[in-house]
Protein backbone atom coordinates (compact mmCIF):
# COMPACT_ATOMS: atom_id res chain seq x y z
CA UNK A 1 0.00 0.00 0.00
CA UNK A 2 2.40 2.59 1.07
CA UNK A 3 4.46 1.09 -2.35
CA UNK A 4 1.40 2.48 -4.30
CA UNK A 5 1.23 5.50 -2.49
CA UNK A 6 4.36 7.05 -2.87
CA UNK A 7 4.35 7.13 -6.68
CA UNK A 8 0.66 9.13 -6.69
CA UNK A 9 2.38 11.94 -4.29
CA UNK A 10 5.15 11.98 -6.36
CA UNK A 11 2.82 12.81 -9.72
CA UNK A 12 0.58 15.58 -7.58
CA UNK A 13 3.67 17.43 -6.39
CA UNK A 14 4.80 17.48 -10.22
CA UNK A 15 1.82 18.71 -11.58
CA UNK A 16 1.57 21.58 -8.88
CA UNK A 17 4.91 22.73 -9.33
CA UNK A 18 4.84 23.20 -13.13
CA UNK A 19 1.28 24.97 -13.09
CA UNK A 20 2.89 27.88 -10.34
CA UNK A 21 5.80 27.99 -12.95
CA UNK A 22 3.31 27.91 -15.89
CA UNK A 23 1.28 31.14 -13.95
CA UNK A 24 4.50 32.89 -12.89
CA UNK A 25 5.79 32.14 -16.81
CA UNK A 26 1.94 33.58 -17.81
CA UNK A 27 2.24 36.73 -15.43
CA UNK A 28 2.38 40.27 -17.32
CA UNK A 29 4.91 42.63 -16.56
CA UNK A 30 3.94 46.29 -16.72
CA UNK A 31 6.53 48.72 -18.32
CA UNK A 32 5.53 51.84 -15.33
CA UNK A 33 6.23 48.75 -12.60
CA UNK A 34 9.14 50.09 -10.76
CA UNK A 35 10.59 49.34 -6.87
CA UNK A 36 9.92 52.26 -4.61
CA UNK A 37 12.67 54.92 -3.56
CA UNK A 38 13.60 55.71 -0.49
CA UNK A 39 15.66 59.44 -0.09
CA UNK A 40 19.69 59.73 -0.07
CA UNK A 41 19.63 55.85 -0.60
CA UNK A 42 21.15 54.19 -4.37
CA UNK A 43 18.36 52.21 -5.63
CA UNK A 44 19.90 49.52 -8.17
CA UNK A 45 17.30 48.12 -10.44
CA UNK A 46 17.41 45.28 -12.41
CA UNK A 47 16.14 44.94 -16.05
CA UNK A 48 17.05 41.89 -17.33
CA UNK A 49 20.74 41.83 -19.06
CA UNK A 50 21.42 45.61 -17.43
CA UNK A 51 21.59 47.17 -14.23
CA UNK A 52 20.06 51.55 -14.14
CA UNK A 53 21.06 53.51 -11.43
CA UNK A 54 19.17 55.97 -9.91
CA UNK A 55 20.60 58.86 -8.05
CA UNK A 56 18.56 61.59 -5.71
CA UNK A 57 19.97 64.50 -4.65
CA UNK A 58 18.84 67.56 -2.55
CA UNK A 59 18.71 69.24 -5.98
CA UNK A 60 17.92 66.72 -9.02
CA UNK A 61 17.36 63.12 -9.99
CA UNK A 62 19.64 61.99 -12.90
CA UNK A 63 18.45 58.69 -14.82
CA UNK A 64 20.60 56.84 -16.70
CA UNK A 65 19.81 55.68 -20.19
CA UNK A 66 19.11 51.88 -19.91
CA UNK A 67 16.19 49.53 -21.80
CA UNK A 68 14.21 50.23 -18.82
CA UNK A 69 14.21 54.56 -19.15
CA UNK A 70 13.45 53.46 -22.63
CA UNK A 71 10.51 51.69 -22.45
CA UNK A 72 9.35 54.01 -19.79
CA UNK A 73 9.52 56.45 -22.47
CA UNK A 74 7.92 54.55 -24.91
CA UNK A 75 5.23 53.82 -23.39
CA UNK A 76 4.61 57.35 -21.78
CA UNK A 77 4.89 56.32 -18.43
CA UNK A 78 4.50 59.19 -15.05
CA UNK A 79 8.13 60.18 -13.83
CA UNK A 80 7.35 59.04 -10.28
CA UNK A 81 11.00 59.91 -9.97
CA UNK A 82 10.73 64.11 -10.39
CA UNK A 83 10.12 66.10 -7.42
CA UNK A 84 6.35 66.61 -6.20
CA UNK A 85 4.93 70.33 -7.60
CA UNK A 86 5.09 73.04 -5.19
CA UNK A 87 1.48 73.97 -4.33
CA UNK A 88 1.25 77.36 -5.46
CA UNK A 89 0.82 80.02 -3.05
CA UNK A 90 -2.16 82.09 -3.04
CA UNK A 91 -1.35 85.66 -3.13
CA UNK A 92 -2.54 88.15 -0.79
CA UNK A 93 -4.73 90.77 -2.74
CA UNK A 94 -3.44 94.04 -0.82
CA UNK A 95 -6.14 96.31 -0.09
CA UNK A 96 -7.35 98.64 -2.43
CA UNK A 97 -5.83 102.16 -1.79
CA UNK A 98 -8.73 104.91 -2.07
CA UNK A 99 -7.34 108.23 -4.12
CA UNK A 100 -6.47 110.82 -1.90
CA UNK A 101 -9.37 113.77 -3.36
CA UNK A 102 -7.21 116.36 -4.69
CA UNK A 103 -7.97 119.88 -3.17
CA UNK A 104 -9.41 121.91 -5.89
CA UNK A 105 -6.62 124.75 -7.12
CA UNK A 106 -7.33 128.05 -5.64
CA UNK A 107 -7.81 130.92 -8.00
CA UNK A 108 -5.25 133.62 -7.26
CA UNK A 109 -7.20 136.77 -6.52
CA UNK A 110 -5.90 139.42 -9.02
CA UNK A 111 -6.05 142.22 -7.28
CA UNK A 112 -6.92 145.74 -9.68
CA UNK A 113 -5.69 149.27 -9.30
CA UNK A 114 -7.80 151.79 -8.44
CA UNK A 115 -9.10 154.29 -11.19
CA UNK A 116 -10.99 157.54 -11.37
CA UNK A 117 -14.69 157.11 -13.60
CA UNK A 118 -14.47 159.80 -16.26
CA UNK A 119 -17.12 162.23 -15.54
CA UNK A 120 -16.65 163.96 -12.56
CA UNK A 121 -19.38 166.58 -11.01
CA UNK A 122 -18.80 170.15 -11.51
CA UNK A 123 -19.93 172.92 -9.00
CA UNK A 124 -20.32 176.95 -9.81
CA UNK A 125 -18.12 179.41 -8.07
CA UNK A 126 -18.54 179.05 -4.42
CA UNK A 127 -21.18 176.48 -4.18
CA UNK A 128 -21.67 173.25 -2.83
CA UNK A 129 -25.38 172.44 -4.20
CA UNK A 130 -25.72 169.85 -7.01
CA UNK A 131 -26.73 171.39 -10.49
CA UNK A 132 -29.89 169.25 -12.11
CA UNK A 133 -27.40 168.93 -14.74
CA UNK A 134 -25.00 166.86 -12.79
CA UNK A 135 -26.82 164.27 -10.83
CA UNK A 136 -26.69 161.90 -14.17
CA UNK A 137 -22.69 161.87 -13.35
CA UNK A 138 -23.79 161.02 -9.61
CA UNK A 139 -26.00 158.24 -11.28
CA UNK A 140 -23.14 156.05 -13.40
CA UNK A 141 -21.17 156.41 -10.34
CA UNK A 142 -24.15 154.58 -8.52
CA UNK A 143 -24.37 152.05 -11.53
CA UNK A 144 -21.07 151.08 -11.50
CA UNK A 145 -21.10 150.52 -7.28
CA UNK A 146 -24.49 148.38 -8.04
CA UNK A 147 -22.73 146.54 -11.09
CA UNK A 148 -19.65 145.32 -8.85
CA UNK A 149 -20.98 145.13 -5.27
CA UNK A 150 -17.41 144.58 -3.58
CA UNK A 151 -16.10 147.62 -5.42
CA UNK A 152 -15.72 151.24 -2.97
CA UNK A 153 -15.70 154.76 -3.93
CA UNK A 154 -13.96 157.67 -2.57
CA UNK A 155 -15.82 161.07 -3.25
CA UNK A 156 -13.20 163.48 -3.07
CA UNK A 157 -13.96 167.71 -3.26
CA UNK A 158 -11.26 170.19 -5.21
CA UNK A 159 -11.57 173.93 -5.07
CA UNK A 160 -10.26 176.15 -8.07
CA UNK A 161 -6.93 178.01 -7.18
CA UNK A 162 -7.84 181.33 -8.75
CA UNK A 163 -10.69 181.72 -7.05
CA UNK A 164 -11.15 182.69 -2.76
CA UNK A 165 -7.76 181.66 -0.55
CA UNK A 166 -6.94 178.56 0.79
CA UNK A 167 -8.98 177.83 4.15
CA UNK A 168 -12.13 179.24 1.79
CA UNK A 169 -10.88 176.86 -0.91
CA UNK A 170 -10.62 173.94 1.59
CA UNK A 171 -14.14 174.48 3.05
CA UNK A 172 -15.49 174.47 -0.48
CA UNK A 173 -14.15 171.38 -1.33
CA UNK A 174 -15.40 169.76 1.57
CA UNK A 175 -18.86 170.83 1.47
CA UNK A 176 -18.93 169.50 -2.46
CA UNK A 177 -17.86 166.13 -1.33
CA UNK A 178 -20.34 165.50 1.88
CA UNK A 179 -22.74 166.62 -0.37
CA UNK A 180 -22.32 164.06 -3.00
CA UNK A 181 -21.62 160.59 -0.80
CA UNK A 182 -25.04 161.72 1.09
CA UNK A 183 -26.57 161.96 -2.30
CA UNK A 184 -25.04 158.28 -2.95
CA UNK A 185 -26.21 157.24 0.46
CA UNK A 186 -29.53 158.87 1.21
CA UNK A 187 -31.05 158.95 -2.66
CA UNK A 188 -29.33 155.66 -3.90
CA UNK A 189 -28.69 153.66 -1.17
CA UNK A 190 -25.48 152.85 -1.49
CA UNK A 191 -24.14 151.71 2.05
CA UNK A 192 -22.17 154.11 3.81
CA UNK A 193 -19.48 151.46 4.14
CA UNK A 194 -18.66 151.85 0.86
CA UNK A 195 -18.46 155.50 0.79
CA UNK A 196 -15.30 157.63 1.99
CA UNK A 197 -14.98 161.00 1.56
CA UNK A 198 -11.85 163.38 0.96
CA UNK A 199 -11.14 166.46 0.07
CA UNK A 200 -8.17 168.60 -1.16
CA UNK A 201 -8.92 172.33 -1.43
CA UNK A 202 -6.85 174.17 -4.21
CA UNK A 203 -3.76 172.18 -2.94
CA UNK A 204 -4.03 169.74 -5.84
CA UNK A 205 -5.19 170.35 -9.33
CA UNK A 206 -6.41 167.68 -11.29
CA UNK A 207 -7.40 169.87 -14.51
CA UNK A 208 -4.42 172.06 -15.18
CA UNK A 209 -4.81 173.57 -18.17
CA UNK A 210 -8.86 174.26 -17.66
CA UNK A 211 -8.90 176.21 -13.80
CA UNK A 212 -13.06 176.19 -13.87
CA UNK A 213 -12.46 172.44 -14.12
CA UNK A 214 -11.25 171.93 -10.80
CA UNK A 215 -14.51 172.98 -8.88
CA UNK A 216 -15.53 169.31 -8.95
CA UNK A 217 -16.17 165.97 -7.51
CA UNK A 218 -13.94 162.80 -8.53
CA UNK A 219 -14.92 159.11 -8.16
CA UNK A 220 -11.66 157.42 -7.34
CA UNK A 221 -13.13 153.25 -7.43
CA UNK A 222 -11.34 150.76 -5.62
CA UNK A 223 -12.32 147.54 -7.35
Known amino acids: MRFILLPILLIVLSLSLNAQNRVTTEKK???????????????QLNSREEIIVVKRSA????????????????????DILAPAPQAESKKID???????????EEKPIIKKDPFFLPDPVFFRINKWVID??????????????????EATVVVTGYA?????????????????????????????????????????????????????KNRAVLFLINP
Open 29 to 43: VDPCACESVRDSVLL
Open 59 to 78: QQLSVSQSEMAKRRKMYDCP
Open 132 to 149: QAEWAKIELAVDHLNKNP
Open 160 to 212: DKKTGNAAINLKLSKNRSEAVAKAMETKYGIAKNRISVNWKGDGLQPFQLEND
Open 94 to 104: EPTRRPIDAKP
